[in-house]
């Protein structure tokens, strides 16, 4: 074994230690053993049949600690603290892009990183096709990265946010071909994509070319609402490891509605509403690591907490949180089941997932976070393609009134990228735009 490679395999706490396996399943639903191993850190999971092992827990860099939250700046202060305390956990997987805070997240990844040895720990960015005007582009990009993180290598990287748009773009760009070259050259260990769209692209993708992970959007309501579900059957039986972002759906599946919450307290006393979520896509066996966005000290204590004493679902979980589920759902904005009864609509609306980011905006109130998954859906798929032809409303089994829910949708989302100005009413009663 390289000594990069135990290393990385071997971190815990404050020192090195060797590790052994710890016997676990992913429910009583037929799956293989889930290959957790278990330390004095977080528990690990092999990369396929290698001596290489991630930790479960990773440190996603999108949220990072500010001072001010309506700036990028971040709060070194509380972030290095936080990157200490994850290493010290075996926490050693650290995501960044190049967009993140505004380009300082990688700059942050170097700062605060590189007083460790490089070989100690996962560093992990993306390749965003879309900030290129030409091939020639992609050079600079990857070229800045590197120097924004003080590294002369990925241990994984991927072309970031594959959807229709972005995989027609690099496509254009030949940037696979591009990244395979860098990786041939040692500047990228493992070569993968994060993955925005429907089954159908994956598909596409995945044959496409050869790929040593794959990072898609997870979580126990997407399961079915956005397909992770068969996303993530489809990259299991390409034998691709997975990479789970969004495991707490923005923060919304942190913070359910006082019903949902009390189910999964009086289940578990003590637990985090935030633990559930990342109990279900650890309990996957194809899950390689879950991606955290940490802002505050405390989510990573939590964090830490699940995943150093990381309990698998059993089947009597998976009732728990099916009954949670449903509690939750009740409080939703548009009472919309993702049963794709109303598809395929004749003109091409994406309903139930519009519904389900409309759904989440409106629970964690983050309307860029909205507006950033609303945007990854083609032009062709929006709300505001709906023509109003009453054929999905007669097939909904919750009698939503769908194309009045999609043109609310649209005002807001007009509202909010400032396309529309709000009416606002005065104390006299009068109307002023």
Not at 313 to 333: G, H, M, N, P
Request: proline fraction near 6%.
């Amino acid at each position: 074994m390289k000594r990069r490679d135990f290393l990385k395999s071997a971190l815990t706490l404050a020192a090195l230690a060797p590790l052994t396996p710890l016997a676990a399943k992913a429910g009583a639903d037929g799956d293989k053993s889930s290959d957790l191993l278990s330390g004095k850190g977080v528990v690990r999971r092999r990369y396929k049949e290698t001596a290489m092992t991630v930790p479960l827990l990773g440190f996603g860099m999108m949220r990072l600690p500010r001072k001010d939250p309506d700036r990028p700046e971040i709060d070194y202060a509380v972030a290095r603290k936080m990157f200490d305390r994850a290493m010290a956990a075996g926490c050693n997987y650290f995501d960044t892009a190049y967009m993140y805070h505004a380009g300082l997240s990688e700059k942050c990844a170097g700062e605060l990183l590189s007083k460790y040895p490089r070989d100690s720990y996962y560093l992990v960015s993306k390749m965003p096709a879309w900030f290129a005007r030409k091939e020639a582009d992609l050079e600079k990009i990857f070229s800045t990265q590197l120097a924004r993180c003080k590294t002369d290598y990925f241990d994984f990287y991927m072309i970031h946010s594959l959807g229709e748009a972005n995989w027609k773009l690099s496509q254009k760009f030949r940037v696979y071909e591009f990244l395979a070259k860098k990786k041939a050259e040692g500047r990228i260990r493992k070569l993968g994509f994060s993955f925005h769209d429907a089954p159908e692209l994956l598909r596409k993708i995945v044959a496409a070319h050869t790929w040593d992970f794959a990072q898609i959007q997870l979580n126990y309501l997407d399961w079915e609402l956005y397909r992770s579900k068969e996303q993530y059957e489809i990259l299991t039986k390409a034998g691709i490891p997975v990479i789970v972002m969004e495991p707490l759906r923005g923060g919304a599946l942190a913070s359910l509605n006082p019903e949902a919450t009390k189910i999964l307290e009086q289940a578990a006393p003590g637990q985090s509403n935030a633990s559930w979520a990342f109990r279900f896509a650890g309990s996957l066996p194809n899950v390689l690591t879950i991606l955290s966005g940490m802002t505050f000290p405390q989510h990573l204590e939590d964090n830490i907490r699940t995943f150093t004493d990381f309990k698998p679902l059993t089947d009597a979980d998976r009732k728990v949180l099916d009954r949670a589920l449903i509690a939750y759902r009740k409080s939703l904005a548009v009472p919309c089941t993702a049963c794709r009864y109303c598809l395929p609509c004749p003109a091409g609306v994406a309903i139930p997932t519009i519904f389900g980011a409309y759904n989440q905006y409106k629970i964690s109130k983050n309307k860029f976070l909205f507006l950033g998954s609303y945007r990854t859906l083609p032009e062709e798929s929006r709300a505001s393609e709906c023509v109003e032809c009453g054929k999905c409303a007669k097939h909904c089994p919750q009698h939503i009134d769908i194309p009045k829910e999609l043109s609310k949708i649209q005002e807001e989302i007009d509202l909010i990228s400032g396309k529309k100005k709000a009416l606002v009413t005065p104390p006299d009663g009068d109307l002023h735009v």
